[in-house]
C-alpha cells in the first residue's frame, strides 16, 4: 500500500511539473465595462504574447498559432465584442474602442505587460492604435498583413470601394434579419454579424484615419509580414494590388527604427496557416528582442 502511494506521488509531482514547464492552459470571461470578453490563457514567460485576429476570426482560428507560441512565452487570445464566447459591445466597432477594450481585457484579467501585440489583418489595425495609445504597455509588435492605409482611406484602387461597401451592406442585412428572428443562437449571429459590419464599415472611416494619424512607433521592436501571393478574386488587377498591398506594408515597418519587413512569398492573406514556422520565428524574434532591452 505505501508504495502504491509513493508512486501516486511521484506521478503526481511528474505531472505537476510537466504543466508547470508548459503553463497550462484557462478560459474565462472577463468583464470590461457593460460586457464581457472571452480570454484564453496559454503558457506561462514574458512577455506575454497578446494575439488580435483578423475581421471574423476569433480564438478558434488563431488557435494553432497560440499553441506554437505558447512553448515558449505566455500567449492571450481573445474574442472580441460580438464574436464567439464574448458578449456583443457597443457600437460602433472602430479600432480605438477596440484597442481600449483589449487593455481592459488585460488590466482587469491581471495579466502583466508590457506586451507583444500581434495583429492579423483588421487586428494589425487594432495593434497600431493599441501601441499608439498604450505605449508604456507594448514591448513590441509583429503585425501580419494589415491592409494599407491608402487603400482604406480611399487614395489607391478606388475601383475596389464599391466591393468593401458591398461586403458591409450584405453584413449588416443578415444581421438584421437575424436579430428578428427568435431563436436565441440566431439572435447571437446576429450580433457577430452587426459586430463585423460595424468593423468593415469603420475599417474604412475611423479606424483607417486613426492609425494613419499615428507618426511612428517610438523605439519599439516592430515586424511587419507580406503575404507575396496575389488574391484572385481581385481579378486582372490582382498582381497589381497584391505588389502595391506589399509595398504599403513594407513603408509600414519604417515607423520604427527598430523595424523588420518580412516577405513570404508563398503565403496568402492569411500567413500564420500558410506559413506558421516562419511567423512562429518572427514573433520569437521580437519577444527576444523585447527581453534583450529589459
Not at 253 to 260: D, I, L, N, T, W
Amino acid at each position: 500500500m505505501a508504495g502504491k502511494r509513493i508512486g501516486v506521488l511521484i506521478a503526481a509531482c511528474l505531472l505537476a511539473a510537466a504543466c508547470g514547464r508548459g503553463g497550462g492552459t484557462s478560459e474565462r470571461l472577463i468583464d470590461v465595462g457593460g460586457h464581457r470578453l472571452f480570454l484564453r490563457d496559454a503558457g506561462k514567460g514574458s512577455p506575454v504574447v497578446v494575439i488580435d485576429a483578423g475581421i471574423g476570426d476569433g480564438v478558434d482560428k488563431v488557435r494553432p498559432l497560440q499553441e506554437r507560441l505558447a512553448r515558449e512565452t505566455r500567449v492571450i487570445a481573445y474574442d472580441r465584442a460580438g464574436y464567439g464566447r464574448s458578449q456583443a459591445g457597443p457600437l460602433p466597432r472602430d479600432a480605438g474602442r477596440e484597442a481600449g477594450e483589449l487593455r481592459a481585457l488585460l488590466e482587469r484579467g491581471g495579466i502583466p505587460g508590457p506586451f507583444v501585440v500581434v495583429g492579423h489583418s483588421l487586428g494589425g489595425l487594432n495593434a497600431q492604435l493599441f501601441a499608439a495609445r498604450f505605449p508604456g504597455d507594448v514591448a513590441g509588435l509583429v503585425l501580419l498583413d494589415p491592409p494599407p492605409l491608402s487603400f482604406l482611406l480611399g487614395r489607391e484602387y478606388q475601383e475596389f470601394a464599391a466591393l468593401a461597401e458591398r461586403m458591409t451592406s450584405e453584413w449588416q442585412r443578415a444581421a438584421d434579419a437575424a436579430r428578428g428572428a427568435g431563436e436565441p443562437e440566431m439572435r447571437a449571429k446576429a450580433a457577430f454579424l452587426a459586430a463585423i459590419a460595424s468593423e468593415h464599415r469603420e475599417m474604412f472611416a475611423a479606424s483607417a484615419q486613426a492609425a494613419a494619424a499615428i507618426p511612428g512607433f517610438g523605439d519599439v521592436p516592430l515586424t511587419v509580414m507580406a503575404a507575396g501571393r496575389a488574391n484572385p478574386a481581385f481579378g486582372p488587377a490582382a498582381g497589381g494590388y497584391q505588389r502595391y498591398w506589399i509595398e504599403q506594408n513594407r513603408l509600414l515597418a519604417a515607423k520604427s527604427p527598430h523595424g523588420r519587413f518580412v516577405l513570404v512569398p508563398d503565403s496568402s492573406h492569411y500567413l500564420y496557416l500558410d506559413a506558421p514556422a516562419a511567423v512562429e520565428q518572427a514573433v520569437f524574434s521580437v519577444v527576444r528582442r523585447a527581453r534583450e532591452r529589459r
